[in-house]
């Protein structure tokens, strides 16, 4: 009998391209299975409409009364979309989306039933939800998760269930979610902008985050992932020895796609449309089976739940083209991971991305005004990034085999670098002349408003300015975009509210608007001097660098997490209202437990692969060999018989030596996860699970793969990278 292993392959081989539902325009099916404004309109009386839209635009609350109507008019039409359930559904820190389903469905009286669905199903909900991860907040009082309706985040129907988003949060009102604190973060970035704004521009009465996330992944054909226990239960393959060709040829990076990924594309492509997510963009990425999705980019609220139900689409649409979707960081050794970019900037009611240079002075000034700040905020936050992106899967791709590296640094490009360094050098402390005035109005005027930089940019550094927008490039494949864009908009929040206060002391004792402008970005410039970083971030010399410049290196996750527990980070986040210092720990203590837990199951999946699938193939390799040796000498006599088997007898050898050192590590590895297991408390376990027990994993690798090259082909059970990257 074939092994699972050399069925899968065949079952491979003998794959066709699924075909796919939908082949009309996509300008006809763009958002229908959303609750959008238009559907609104059509559906809602006047005066709910109304409500509706001040809700969103403006977060006021809806009443009891127009909350019914809005829930009547969702389930009628949802109704139309063949829809028999609604589910609240909400983003728990486990870091996937969680939904509960009810039906529409409610009897009334013997034999007839009736579709119900109202207000007070609509604005929140009690979902049995005690398991989901709460560090402690819930405990101690006796009561469960609420999920509550946000109006900003239009309904869906998918898979004949109304979605609702909300956030989700515990009877006391405390965040046990992503979506309540980024909400929470967005208000304040909002306030601190628009208020920074007025200097320039009195109309301006809104801004909006503005998120383009790009999606990296990697397909694997579903019967070569179910043979790989490593890929089922982490998501990434633990053993495997590198394929002769990888990635070195660059021959996948922007290749044709074959059809069988074409027809997957295309699908989940379709159900994205229909969703309103505008995804634009597909292409493979650097690595073989490595492909890349984004959108447009939208309001970041909006964005970041249009990011979770793409991954959720695609997840489900890759297995009925017979694939399975990997959004681990690091799925295969020695090729390039994943990453999720977070384009962001910060966009005004008046129509002006205000991290676009302008057409004029004035609006190039406020242009650098939100330029400058953004760039103090990494500066005096840059360990709060790192936090953010800290997670057990992104700490093989920061600062490990592959960048951008765990050192948080800020591309700006050459021209934005001079004009930065002018006003360094140019802008005096006491009143300036009318000259130097006139001079350095027109250096910032001359900021062509595409800049040169913005087609051969930076691609090693995590967080790049690319012309109209900053690119933060170390956040991770499988993250929940909250995380980042929660400390970013945070930070930024903090800064600009700073900003204000300086520039309107500055104008108090006697200097010009713009004067006092500049003078303050001056100061800002100076101050945040050392987080610019234009040179290779990939490189040796940039690590010993950013040591000399003073700049943190925190290359794991336990390490990276417990700046939480800082009081001034914990005052950060207070002041900008955004988490209480309870969230933050709760939320620090679901991190560090969350990544024991990955290193634990890797470590158990380590330990069973060895048993039951190296050291047989291992074994009864040997035999075959050993079979052979006594073979020869029997028929060739000791001398020659020796002779002739001496290459088997080597492989003998080495397949003992790399088994015994195979065996021996993971036995060591098992007693030092005992040890860390009894220690008390997430964060000491998590820094015992990166310190004495992930340690082990490399070098148990090192053995295995050896074996892998050893052993006979057909011996080996688990698929190999090369039919894993290389089959489509
Ligand atoms: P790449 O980084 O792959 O070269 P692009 O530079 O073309 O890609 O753009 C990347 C992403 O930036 C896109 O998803 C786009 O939606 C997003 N983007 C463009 N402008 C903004 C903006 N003002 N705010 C947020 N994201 C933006
Ligand atoms: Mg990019």
């Given at each position: 009998m074939a092994s699972q292993r050399m069925q899968a392959y065949y079952d491979v081989l003998h794959r066709t391209p699924k075909s796919i539902s939908y082949d009309g325009k996509i300008s006809e099916i763009f958002g229908e299975n959303v609750f959008n404004t238009d559907v609104m309109r059509e559906y809602l009386p006047s005066e709910a409409y109304k409500s509706m839209m001040a809700s969103i635009n403006n977060g006021t609350q809806l009443d009891r009364k127009m909350a019914d109507q809005v829930a009547s008019a969702m389930k009628d039409w949802s109704l139309t979309k063949g829809a028999t359930h609604y589910t609240h559904w909400f983003q728990p820190l486990t870091g996937a989306t969680a939904e509960k389903h009810d039906a529409f469905f409610k009897p009334v009286g013997p034999g007839k039933a009736i579709e119900r669905f109202d207000g007070e199903l609509l604005v929140q909900q009690e979902p049995d939800a005690s398991s989901f991860p709460n560090g402690g907040i819930r405990n101690t009082f006796e009561a469960r998760g609420y999920t509550a309706w946000d109006p900003s985040s239009p309904a869906f129907v998918v898979d004949k269930t109304l979605c609702i988003p909300t956030v989700f949060i515990a009877y006391t009102g405390e965040a046990l979610d992503y979506k309540m604190p980024l909400l929470k973060a967005l208000d304040a970035v909002n306030e601190a902008a628009v208020d920074v704004c007025q200097y320039f521009d009195k109309n301006v009465t809104k801004t909006v985050a503005t998120l383009g996330w790009e999606q990296e992944y990697f397909l694997v054909d579903k019967a070569l992932f179910n043979a790989r226990p490593d890929l089922m239960m982490t998501g990434r393959t633990l053993f495997g020895h590198a394929s002769a060709k990888g990635q070195q040829l660059d021959d996948h990076y922007f290749g044709s796609i074959t059809a069988r990924v074409t027809a997957f594309m295309r699908e989940f492509e379709t159900e994205s449309i229909r969703l309103g997510i505008p995804v634009t963009t597909r292409h493979n990425e650097v690595a073989p089976n490595q492909f890349e999705c984004a959108p447009i980019f939208e309001e970041c609220n909006l964005a970041n739940d249009h990011n979770l139900l793409l991954m959720d689409i695609m997840e489900k649409v890759a297995r009925k083209h017979d694939f399975r979707i990997l959004f681990h960081e690091k799925p295969f050794a020695g090729v390039n991971g994943s990453g999720k970019h977070n384009n962001w900037s910060l966009s005004t009611n008046t129509g002006v991305n205000l991290l676009a240079p302008g057409k004029n002075p004035k609006s190039n000034l406020q242009f650098l005004t939100f330029f400058v700040n953004t760039i103090k905020a990494i500066h005096d936050n840059a360990d709060l990034l790192r936090a953010a992106i800290a997670g057990a899967g992104n700490d093989h791709r920061l600062g490990a085999n592959e960048a951008p590296p765990a050192i948080i640094s800020a591309f700006i490009g050459s021209q934005l670098t001079d004009l930065l360094d002018k006003i360094e050098k140019n802008v005096k402390a006491g009143k300036m002349t009318p000259e130097e005035k006139t001079e350095l109005k027109l250096n910032i005027g001359k900021i062509p408003q595409i800049l040169l930089d913005n087609t051969d940019r930076n691609r090693t550094s995590p967080f790049a300015f690319t012309g109209n927008k900053f690119e933060f490039r170390a956040v991770g494949s499988s993250a929940n975009c909250s995380s980042a864009m929660i400390v970013l908009n945070t930070i930024m929040a903090r800064q600009l509210k700073e900003f204000k206060v300086s520039v309107?002391?500055?104008?108090?004792?006697?200097?010009?608007?713009?004067?006092?402008?500049?003078?303050?970005?001056?100061?800002?410039?100076?101050?945040?001097?050392?987080?610019?970083?234009?040179?290779?971030?990939?490189?040796?010399?940039?690590?010993?660098?950013?040591?000399q410049r003073g700049l943190s290196n925190l290359k794991d996750t336990p390490r990276a997490l417990q700046i939480w527990a800082n009081k001034d980070v914990q005052d950060l986040f207070e002041e900008m209202n955004v988490l209480t210092p309870r969230e933050l720990v709760a939320r620090q203590d679901i991190e560090f437990e969350n990544y024991v837990h990955k290193i634990q199951i890797e470590a158990r999946v380590i330990g069973d692969m060895i048993q039951n699938f190296i050291i047989p193939a291992a074994v009864q390799y040997q035999n075959k060999l050993i079979k052979n040796i006594t073979g020869l000498m029997a028929v060739l006599g000791d001398k020659a018989g020796k002779e002739a088997s001496r290459s088997q007898v080597e492989i003998v050898a080495s397949i003992s030596e790399h088994m015994n050192k195979m065996k021996a590590l993971s036995d060591e590895m098992l007693a030092s996860r005992k040890k860390a297991n009894k220690l008390e408390g997430n964060e000491s376990k998590a820094i015992a699970y990166c310190d004495s027990v992930k340690v082990y994993f490399d070098e148990i690798r090192y053995n295995v793969d050896k074996l892998e090259l050893l052993i006979d082909d057909e011996e080996w059970r688990l698929p190999k990278f090369r039919e894993m990257l290389f089959t489509r």
């Open positions: 309107d002391s500055r104008i108090g004792s006697g200097d010009s608007k713009d004067e006092a402008i500049l003078k303050e970005l001056q100061k800002l410039i100076k101050e945040s001097k050392k987080i610019r970083f234009e040179g290779n971030g990939y490189g040796e010399e940039w690590v010993k660098e950013a040591e």
